[in-house]
């Protein structure tokens, strides 16, 4: 076989032996993950990876983040996007790839040149390595940040209390993306559900400052142009207090101590409201 | 209002570059009132003082630090909080000091209601930055 490489040895043996070689790898790291993914699949996944590595050691240059290493970086990649969806750890990861060390060990060590080439071989794995634990990180942050954002969803939750009622229960701050997600579930529900009162409870809400009164403010403006009456609710005495101090004003808005009370203010008031419509017909 | 600096020798610390770092600062402010045995009330109001002053030092000022300590004096017991900021400053203290005056779009009312929330307010601005310090006492 012709060959570029700088470790031609290497080369060699990793063709020669690539069965043993594959296998004893994917015991080593089949192992270390203990059974969480099979063996049949690590097989094709390292397969893969070892014709790539030794494609691009055939090719020449050892380093790890050129030209020829570039499908081996692609593969690595994947592997740990996958393995971090999977919920394997960062270090199981890497160990992945860094196991190929032990499995080549006692072979190339056996002479000085067969080491020497070893060493140069150990240290690229490495790098490799470090490159597994780079793209876990960077996909666990993605999935924490989409994450973040599907308990933005859930814990702005919009419930139909009554008929014709709906319920903003708030639970933590209220900044300006939170906002925009009660705003938009809050007029959506409304019109979903046919309903004409909405009562936002703040029970949940620990600090009330002037940007959350001036999001709470914007989203009962909002329901009042859907023609929605709107109370807010759950204002405990120290919040209450601390409004006033800061100068605040609900201007028109009502505002109930608790939700029950709110939601038997607004029922009446539906009951009025249908009343009059009775009226109205005869 | 006397100088508390000397307090700050044990203080806590927070960053603030972003508006998470609002509710962290927050957070450790709650923390010592509750400590100094501060009422609900209090703690509240504190509290809030202390997020419309960082939200203030983040949004006009470019992020900055607080720092905060508890005071304990013969009789009572208190938390002192310092916002500092390198920021433009506020050319005009008293106007911004009024009642719904914003440069922005808020309701103009943070740093006069932060002022009445607690019990000692000062602040100094200039064109290196604006550092406010509060302190409100247990009761
Ligand atoms: N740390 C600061 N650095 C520079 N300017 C500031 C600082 N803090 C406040 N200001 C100025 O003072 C004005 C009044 O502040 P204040 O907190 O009372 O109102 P606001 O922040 O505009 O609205 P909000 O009611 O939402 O707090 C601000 O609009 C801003 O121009
Ligand atoms: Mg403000």
Redesign the interface.
């Known amino acids: 076989m012709t060959t570029d490489s700088k470790l031609p040895l290497l080369v060699e043996t990793l063709t020669a032996q690539r069965d043993a070689f594959l296998s004893q790898w994917t015991r080593t790291v089949g192992e270390d993950l203990q059974g969480r993914l099979s063996l049949a699949e690590l097989g094709r996944e390292l397969g893969e990876l070892y014709e790539s590595i030794l494609r691009a050691l055939t090719g020449g240059d050892l380093d790890s983040h050129g030209e020829n290493f570039a499908e081996t970086r692609s593969l690595l990649i994947e592997l740990s996007r996958n393995r971090a969806r999977q919920g394997f750890t960062p270090t199981e990861t890497a160990r992945s790839v860094f196991s190929l060390k032990e499995v080549l060990e006692p072979t190339l060590t056996s002479d000085e040149k067969g080491a020497q080439q070893y060493l140069q071989f150990a240290r690229l794995l490495d790098d490799l390595g470090l490159l597994t634990t780079e793209a876990y990180v960077r996909t666990r942050e993605e999935i924490i940040s989409a994450q973040a954002e599907q308990l933005l969803e859930l814990s702005t939750p919009v419930v139909k209390l009554w008929d014709g009622v709906v319920g903003v229960p708030l639970v933590g701050?209220l900044?300006s993306a939170r906002t925009q997600v009660v705003m938009e579930k809050l007029l959506q529900t409304l019109v979903d559900s046919d309903s004409t009162h909405a009562i936002i409870d703040i029970t949940g809400v620990?600090?009330?400052?002037?940007?959350v009164?001036?999001h709470l403010l914007k989203t009962v403006v909002a329901a009042r142009m859907m023609g929605a009456q709107c109370t807010i609710s759950g204002i405990r005495?120290?919040?209450a207090?601390?409004i006033v101090?800061?100068?605040?004003e609900f201007g028109d808005i009502p505002t109930n101590a608790s939700l029950s009370d709110a939601l038997r203010q607004a029922l009446k008031e539906v009951a009025e409201d249908a009343t009059e419509e009775i009226r109205g017909l005869l | 209002m006397r100088d508390y600096g000397a307090a700050l020798a044990s203080a806590d610390t927070v960053s603030v570059a972003d508006?998470s770092d609002v509710?962290s600062a927050?957070q450790m402010v709650r923390t010592l009132a509750q400590r100094s045995g501060m009422s609900?009330?209090h703690?509240?109001?504190l509290?809030?003082a202390a997020?419309?002053l960082g939200?203030n030092m983040l949004v006009y000022g470019g992020g900055g630090v607080v720092r905060a300590a508890t005071i304990t004096e013969a009789e009572r017991c208190g938390v002192y909080v310092e916002f500092e900021d390198r920021g433009p400053g506020i050319a005009d203290i008293e106007l911004a000091l009024t009642?719904g005056w914003t440069s922005g779009s808020?309701?103009g009312?943070?740093l006069?209601?932060?002022k009445?929330?607690v019990d000692e307010f000062d602040i100094s601005s200039g064109p290196d930055g604006t550092t406010v310090r509060i302190l409100k006492w247990g009761r």
Request: glycine share 10%; aromatic share 0%.
């Open positions: 701050t900044d620990p600090t009330v400052d002037t940007q009164a001036q005495p120290q919040i207090q601390t101090a800061l100068g605040i | 508006s509710v927050r609900l009330v703690q509240t109001k509290v809030t997020s419309e939200r009642d808020g309701m009312l943070g006069s209601g932060a009445r929330l």
